[in-house]
């Protein structure tokens, strides 16, 4: 073969080799867990999932490229507000070689670092705890395989949020909180309780679980309070529409932490967008998926609050008011 034929044929060789190699790269499948604590997971199923978390978490991904069926296989699974099931979701996971596993709430995220240390974690939202318990190192620098989004970091917003209650009503006396003991005798509970101290507000605890809700709402019935006041965690934004419609039954202005619960009949709500939270928690996914080290990004606190009212239920509720100071 002469010189010059031979660099030709190699040549072409080398450009009919290019885009099998190109198509490789480009269809390479990820493989990404998503995993909740109490969100029915026929709702977290599709392109737009009915959860809101979920379906920004989707959209976040689909606008970075990664699309179901295409590229991406995207393993959902919940707990659906079975506490021991946790440890049985993530170790599937893992078997399953995800390339990283966005989840919530810290005791999903404790058991995640408790089985793993090498699979990403990314963190939808969580709490300050991930930092106290040693999960993390910093919220600079966080070490190890978790990153992510902090949702509560500072209890004074929602001893803001009782106060924003308390001028909604003003002749408010006794107020249930509602939350688990351990979130109670966090520093947020802490907070709250000062805060109504200076409100001239009696707290009175209703304890629940973290999926049993009945003896708490049992005890917030039989306790004859002004207002229900929520604690802005994953169960109870899971738990959402159970929590409003009792609330609603009972004829209890409620106040919860995230918009969710007012759009689905709550009366009012203030704190960190959770749907903006899990949007972002997308991006940590691909800078993951294009070779990031979980360890060396940064921890993100929210940037975007909200305050939200029912006008339809605060006229409701004005209405009873007046309709028994008549009686």
């Known amino acids: 073969m002469r010189r010059r034929e031979f660099v030709t044929l190699l040549g072409s060789g080398l450009a009919a080799g290019l885009p099998n190699r190109a198509k490789a790269q ?56 079975h506490a021991e099931r946790y440890h049985d979701i993530i170790a599937e996971l893992v078997q399953l070689n995800v390339d990283v596993i966005a989840t919530v709430s810290t005791p999903m995220i404790r058991e995640a670092k408790a089985i793993t240390t090498t699979v990403p974690i990314v963190m939808g939202a969580s709490n300050m705890d991930v930092l106290n318990l040693g999960l993390v190192s910093s919220l600079a620098k966080p070490g190890g395989n978790i990153t992510g989004n902090i949702q509560l970091f500072d209890p004074e ?29 966090s520093p947020w509970g802490q907070s709250v ?26 005890f917030v019935t039989a306790s004859r309070v002004d207002a229900l006041f929520v604690y802005p965690g994953a169960n109870q934004y899971g738990s959402r529409k159970m929590l409003v419609d009792f609330a609603s039954k009972n004829r209890l202005p409620d106040s919860h932490g995230f918009r969710e619960a007012v759009e689905v009949g709550g009366l009012m709500s203030y704190g960190a967008s959770i749907p903006a ?25 929210p940037t975007k609050f909200e305050f939200l009212i029912n006008v339809g239920r605060q006229t409701h509720l004005a209405f009873q ?6 009686h």
């Open 157 to 185: 917003i929602d001893a803001k949020r009782l106060e924003l209650l308390k001028e909604m009503l003003p002749s408010a006396s006794r107020v249930a909180c509602l939350s688990r003991i351990e979130e109670w005798e």
């Open 193 to 218: 309780e000062v805060a109504a101290q200076k409100l001239g507000l009696t707290m009175v605890l209703a304890a629940h679980t973290t999926d049993n809700y009945e003896v708490a709402l049992a």
């Open 277 to 301: 939270l899990w949007q972002r928690a997308a991006t940590y996914v691909d800078k993951i998926l294009k070779g990031a080290n979980p360890g060396e990004l940064p921890i993100m606190l």
């Open 26 to 81: 480009s269809s390479k499948i990820y493989r990404v867990g998503l995993a909740f604590t109490t969100s029915p997971l026929s709702e977290m199923a599709g392109p737009d999932p009915m959860v809101p978390s979920a379906r920004a978490f989707v959209h976040g991904l689909r606008d970075l490229g990664y699309v179901e069926g295409q590229n991406l296989i995207l393993e959902r699974r919940s707990a659906e507000g």
């Open 321 to 326: 008011c007046l309709r028994h100071s008549l």
